[in-house]
C-alpha cells in the first residue's frame, strides 16, 4: 500500500513539474519546495495573442489580395505589376517565417528566434505592409485598404509587444546566466547564506 501510495504521489509530482516546471522536485519520497530563482517563465502572453490572431487571420489577408490582383492586374502598368506580384511573394514568405521564429522565441524563450522575429518585423515586414496599404498607384479599392490596415495594425503592436518582451527576456537571460555562474563557483547546494538566514540574530555592533 505504501508503494502504491509513493507510485502515485510520484506521478502527481511529475505531471505537475511537466506543466509547472519549478513547481517542485520529489527526491526519495519526499517533496521539497523548489526556490525556482531564475526559472520563472518570462513568455509574453500579450505577445502570443496578438501572434496567434496573425496566424488565423494572416490566410485571409491574403486570400483578398489575391482575389483584388486578380481583379485589378490588367489595369497596373508592367512596372507595378511587377512590383505588385514581388512584394506579395515577398511578404508571404516572411511573413511564415517571421511568425514561426515568433512562436518559437516567446514559446521557448529564446532570445535569438524572438530577435529575429522583431527584426523582421521593422526592417521587411512594417515597410511592405505600408506599401501595399499607401500606395494609390496601386489602384487599391475598398475591401484591399480594410485588410491591409488590419494587418499594419498587427504588425505595429507585435513591434511594440515584441521590444519590450525581447527586453525582459534577454534581462532574464542574463539574470539566470550570473545566477549560475554564482551557483557553479560557490557550490551553493544544501548551502545556507547566513546573511538572508531568518534564524540569524541580528548582528551586535562589538
Known amino acids: 500500500m505504501e508503494e502504491v501510495s509513493y507510485r502515485a504521489k510520484s506521478t502527481l509530482v511529475s505531471v505537475s513539474e511537466s506543466m509547472f516546471p519549478g513547481i ?5 519520497g519526499k517533496t521539497t519546495l523548489r526556490r525556482g530563482l531564475g526559472n520563472e517563465m518570462v513568455s509574453s502572453l500579450p505577445l502570443q495573442v ?11 489577408w491574403l486570400s483578398i489580395l489575391l482575389m483584388v490582383t486578380w481583379f485589378k492586374f490588367a489595369l497596373l502598368n508592367y512596372l507595378y505589376k511587377f512590383v505588385l506580384t514581388t512584394v506579395l511573394v515577398a511578404f508571404s514568405t516572411i511573413e511564415i517565417v517571421r511568425l514561426y521564429l515568433g512562436y518559437l522565441g516567446n514559446l521557448k524563450e529564446r532570445v535569438p528566434e524572438l530577435a529575429g522575429f522583431w ?5 521587411l515586414q512594417l515597410p511592405l505592409a505600408a506599401f501595399l496599404l499607401f500606395n494609390t498607384d496601386l489602384i487599391l479599392v475598398p475591401i484591399e485598404t480594410a485588410a491591409d490596415i488590419i ?3 498587427f504588425i505595429v503592436a507585435e513591434l511594440f509587444i515584441g521590444f519590450f518582451s525581447l527586453r525582459t527576456m534577454t534581462r532574464h537571460q542574463a539574470y539566470r546566466f550570473h545566477l549560475q555562474e554564482i551557483t557553479q563557483m560557490s557550490n551553493l547546494e544544501g548551502y545556507v547564506n547566513k546573511a538572508y538566514s531568518p534564524d540569524l540574530e541580528t548582528n551586535k555592533v562589538v
Do not use: D
Open 24 to 28: 517542485s522536485t520529489s527526491v526519495a
Open 50 to 60: 496578438l501572434m496567434f490572431l496573425n496566424v488565423i487571420y494572416f490566410p485571409v
Open 119 to 123: 527584426l523582421l518585423s521593422v526592417l
Open 151 to 153: 494587418m499594419f495594425i
